[in-house]
């Protein structure tokens, strides 16, 4: 039983169009994150987002937006893609347990962008 | 602010010899650290991970690693190396807050 699914695994897309990958947790997390993974393998944190606030980096374009329907659930939505938006995208999640503990992120399987 | 550096992009070595990957992390505050492993077209699975207590942590598929504090480093060995083994590596700090960060990550080759 996966623990943190994203959908779809590959995505090719034409330039301009907007498209959204889905992130689904059964882990029952209150923490979910995007990060991107470029061509060099160096992953870069995009949003965290929790029940209580969205962070996000401010490096990234406000074309990406996180949607979060409820506590599972964390989608990536992406409009207006531009070819330097081809990556690998993971989803992740984590348990925040208390100042005095922190969890590890768990990770889904990644979805691999091309933008064409 | 935070910070993850890992030596070497690139790591090779033969089967059966010492894997010794290395992190350092710059950090104000006592951070909490991770190692995760990345195989081919996978998501990232963690190895091992540092809170509090014993420094010396051990992880799965015969991985450790050592908090070390006054050095800020955690590196990550393993006494063996088995082709199963190659892959990317990735340090991780994690300072509260749930803000992970992330290291560029060592790939590791191991020879037959």
């Known amino acids: ?116 | 602010a935070q910070s993850v550096t890992q030596l070497g992009s690139h790591v090779s070595v033969s089967e059966g010899a010492l894997v010794l990957l290395r992190c350092n992390y710059s950090s104000s505050v006592p951070p909490y650290l991770f190692w995760y492993v990345q195989y081919p077209n996978q998501g990232l699975q963690l190895l091992l991970k540092y809170t509090t207590g014993a420094t010396l942590v051990k992880g799965i598929n015969g991985f450790e690693a050592e908090f070390k504090k006054s050095e800020t480093s955690f590196h990550l060995t393993k006494p063996s190396a088995h082709m199963s083994d190659a892959a990317e590596y990735f340090c991780a700090v994690n300072l509260g807050g749930q803000n992970f960060v992330f290291g560029p990550g060592t790939r590791l080759s191991v020879l037959p």
């Open chain 1, 1 to 116: 039983d996966t623990a943190v699914s994203q959908t779809p695994k590959y995505l090719v897309t034409q330039m301009g169009n907007d498209k959204s990958i889905k992130c689904e947790q059964n882990l029952g997390h209150d923490t979910m994150y995007w990060y991107k993974q470029d061509s060099k393998k160096f992953l870069k944190i995009m949003f965290s987002y929790n029940n209580k606030e969205l962070i996000i980096n401010e490096t990234v374009p406000n074309r990406f937006s996180p949607k979060s329907p409820d506590k599972a659930h964390l989608n990536l939505h992406i409009n207006s893609l531009e070819l330097g938006d081809s990556a690998v995208y993971f989803c992740a999640s984590s348990q925040e347990a208390g100042a005095a503990y922190y969890t590890e992120a768990f990770f889904g399987q990644g979805t691999r962008l091309t933008v064409v």
